[in-house]
């Protein structure tokens, strides 16, 4: 099955500076990556994608890229805010059931300092 | 926009107890899902239907069974609850396009006492 690593587990920014995160996935036919965002006792919502047939989307200041070779793909978040505050969570199909299920990431807690 | 609906936010119950979890949602999804959530461990996979009374174990289904009579509602069921099932469990739903991510529920915190 899909083997899903994230990589920091926390990490903390001054508000303003920019974050990144990073995941690995080991299944090579894997084409779908969302990545969600989790606040404090709310279910986690996916805040952006990308699919396998491009290297990098935008949505103003949160961005993906990927690196099919490598096969990671990270999270950047520019110009960090307070409310950028909270858990985030990579995943990548399964291969199983024609990849309807997904692998998480273990999650990264971001703290965004005023 | 999509919801998914979870029944309750919070549940204590009691050792040896039967809970019922409930999940509704209202885009007509195809596939639904139950995930157990706590520190350190992320996101994991509990069962997984995907249609009508159909069903499929995910990572951790011991102790835990799921019934899904219409497509709309998912009910995980502890039919036996125990202290090690005290967690955040979370409803999901996604359509057939392999290009969608999931639609996640608020959760129900429960704690088994």
């Known amino acids: 099955g899909e083997n899903v690593e994230q990589h920091p587990s926390t990490l903390s920014v001054q508000e303003g500076d920019s974050a990144v995160i990073k995941c690995t996935y080991s299944d090579s036919a894997s084409n779908y990556f969302p990545w969600y965002k989790q606040e404090l006792g709310k279910g986690p919502q996916l805040i952006i994608d990308?699919?396998?047939?491009?290297g990098e989307k935008k949505d103003q200041r949160i961005a993906v890229t990927l690196n099919k070779t490598a096969k990671h793909f990270s999270l950047h978040i520019t110009e960090t805010q307070p409310e950028d505050s909270a858990v985030y969570f990579c995943a990548a199909p399964q291969p199983q059931r024609g990849y309807q299920k997904v692998t998480f990431g273990t999650g990264t807690k971001l703290q965004v300092i005023p | 926009d999509v919801k998914v609906t979870q029944s309750s936010r919070y549940l204590v119950k009691r050792t040896g107890e039967k809970v019922f979890l409930e999940c509704v949602q209202d885009?007509?999804?195809?596939?639904m899902f139950w995930y157990r959530q706590d520190p350190g461990l992320g996101l994991r996979l509990i069962y997984f239907?995907?249609?009508?009374?159909?069903?499929e174990k995910g990572d951790i289904p011991e102790g835990y069974s799921v019934s899904r009579e219409k497509k709309e509602r998912f009910s995980l069921i502890l039919e036996s609850a125990s202290t090690n099932q005290t967690s955040m469990y979370l409803c999901?739903?996604?359509?057939?396009?392999?290009?969608?991510?999931?639609?996640f529920g608020s959760g129900t915190r429960l704690t088994v006492v």
């Open positions: 990308i699919r396998s047939n491009v």
């Open positions: 999901a739903s996604r359509g057939l396009d392999r290009g969608v991510g999931y639609t």
């Open positions: 885009m007509d999804h195809e596939n």
């Open positions: 239907s995907y249609d009508v009374k159909m069903k």
